[in-house]
């Protein structure tokens, strides 16, 4: 195990901000299938450890639940419907904006992006601004590249840099939502704990797993639990191996490590195995951990609602940046890390019209409308084109199991519509729907 506690070094006095930036997407990964939010099985050894010395956004939201209309977020702080990122059949992110990376780029920084994923990056556009964009090609033997190779590509690119150059890395890691390479050692380590039945009833009382989903097989279910759980252990393995190699190559001086997920996985939850349907905490809920392997930030705990939209706009301010583009909807959350205040504010969640979807058990969105949803500080309202919605209270019902729309104060209920209308209608207003 890698030791996460290193010499406090503040940046260089002549340089402003952190000189190393090392952004991880780790697809498709739900916080609570981690150890350190309470998860029975040891799937991630490292990152409890780095969870535990990083700030923790324990609610921070994706702005959909579609892999590259998230990242484009990232990379972008617009919102989809403004950045146009949805497909890699579709329109490339949107000639107006101004991503992280070629502002990065402009300060100075060596700016390189490894995706995992093989399909048509270049096409997308999304890699704006890296000067090194490392992905699978079309001979590659799977559609996914295995973590491991995307950590020693990514390590052969750093070695070749000047130690002292100013560096902001990408990684993608799409092996979680695959759930196909993990090999049979992290099935050995990371799946011991509860046995066959005591996993089973502990993913269906806790997690509130249908068991009818799963066709009322043990080992039905498990099949799905098991190889999603021994991926985020292949993927903790890599991501320590790299963590371990940067910091014994002097990283753990002026670097700043930041770990998300552009969503997450239903695995059963609301009758949904995958991801991009629906608008539940399930999918666009997810980890977000700012890190400072010489603890200048401090660790902790932040339960104020922030949105992905905020990347962004966070790393270039710990870049020593300026003030973000004008176009840019993100906020820094530099405050917060700085345990300081930030106003709250709601945090808007979309998904476009969807293809009709039949789980062979019941359907808990029926509509395939375009869905929106407006979550604040204690509520959720989704909403879609053709007016169904569901409201619930996040707090109270995080796996959002009772809907709320007919019971909650009507007052809550008509304030949440009216700012939902109101931020959508601005994203019409700017020119984004």
């Known amino acids: 195990m890698v030791s996460l506690f290193g010499a406090a070094c503040a940046p260089a006095p002549e340089e402003a901000g952190y000189r190393h930036i090392v952004l991880l997407g780790l697809d498709g990964l739900r916080g609570d299938h981690l150890r350190h939010r309470g998860y029975p099985r040891p799937v991630s050894p490292f990152l409890d450890e780095l969870a535990a010395q990083s700030v923790d956004f324990e609610r921070a939201y994706s702005p959909s639940a579609g892999l590259l209309s998230s990242y484009g977020a990232w990379m972008s702080s617009l919102h989809p419907e403004e950045h146009g990122l949805f497909s890699f059949e579709g329109a490339p992110l949107d000639a107006s904006a101004t991503t992280l ?84 050692e992290h099935f050995a380590e990371g799946l011991v704990g509860p046995g066959r039945r005591d996993i089973v009833k502990l993913l269906v009382e806790r997690y ?152 062979g058990v019941g359907e808990a969105w029926a509509s395939d409308a375009a869905l929106a949803a407006i979550v604040d500080e204690r509520w959720k309202l989704l909403r879609d084109a053709s007016g169904a919605e569901e409201l619930y209270d996040v707090v109270a019902d995080p796996f959002e199991l009772e809907d709320r729309s007919e019971s909650a104060p009507a007052d809550e209920v008509e304030r949440l519509r009216e700012l939902l209308a109101e931020r959508l209608a601005a994203l019409q207003a700017a020119g984004g729907g």
């Open 101 to 184: 990376a070629e502002v990065l780029a402009e300060r100075g920084y060596r700016t390189a992006a490894f995706l995992s994923t093989r399909a048509e990056w270049a096409a997308t556009e999304l890699a704006r601004g890296f000067e090194t964009v490392d992905v699978p090609n079309e001979l590659h033997p799977y559609l996914y590249r295995a973590a491991g190779e995307t950590v020693d590509r990514v390590l052969a690119w750093l070695a070749g840099l000047d130690p002292g150059d100013r560096t902001f890395v990408f990684v993608q890691f799409a092996d979680i939502s695959t759930r196909g390479q993990a090999g049979p």
């Open 208 to 359: 509130h797993v249908p068991f009818g989903f799963f066709h009322y097989e043990d080992l039905v279910l498990l099949k799905t639990y098991n190889r999603y759980d021994a991926e985020i252990h292949h993927v903790d393995a890599e991501i320590a191996r790299l963590y371990g190699d940067l910091v014994a190559a002097g990283w753990n001086q002026d670097s700043l490590w930041v770990l998300a997920s552009p969503y997450g996985m239903g695995l059963g939850n609301h009758l949904y195995r995958g991801a991009g349907r629906h608008l539940y905490e399930s999918q666009v809920r997810t980890p977000l951990w700012v890190h400072t392997p010489g603890g200048e930030i401090p660790a902790r705990s932040i339960e104020q609602p922030v949105t992905q939209l905020d990347l962004a706009p966070t790393l270039l301010e710990l870049a020593g940046g300026d003030a973000p583009p004008a176009a840019w909807r993100g906020r820094s959350l530099v405050p917060l890390l700085a345990e300081e205040s930030l106003a709250p504010r709601a945090i808007l969640v979309q998904r476009g019209p969807v293809p009709v979807y039949d789980s």
